[in-house]
């Protein structure tokens, strides 16, 4: 298991489960678990899910997709002491409507 302190400096799990979902269902992610603890514990910003959940963006440069595409992690933070990773994915673009919790 893997973790990481999310901007509320409350541990986020990545699973051994979570990661085998994430590789499965986004096969571009394997080899960037670094990459999702970076964007965990430092975010370009944060926004609010549908359902209570967080997804912390980041800009990559390069990727193994190509240019210039923004890591999300979704995860939630069920207490103030732990948390875990639901997903994770590239994306070309952020959905600007969701309301922004953090940024720096």
């Known amino acids: 298991m893997i973790s990481a302190n999310s901007k509320n400096n409350i541990l986020i799990r990545l699973t051994d489960e979570r990661i085998n979902h994430i590789f ?18 430092h975010p370009d910003f944060i926004v609010a899910g549908d359902f209570d959940e967080l997804l912390a ?4 440069e390069k990727t193994p997709v190509t240019k210039n595409k923004y890591l999300v992690i979704v995860y939630k933070e069920i207490t103030k002491l732990d948390g875990f990773i639901l997903t994770a994915y590239f994306s070309r673009g952020i959905n600007k409507k969701r309301r922004v919790i953090w940024k720096p």
């Open 57 to 60: 963006i980041k800009l990559y």
């Open 24 to 41: 499965k269902n986004h096969p571009e992610t394997k080899g960037c678990i670094n990459w999702f603890i970076e964007t965990i514990e």
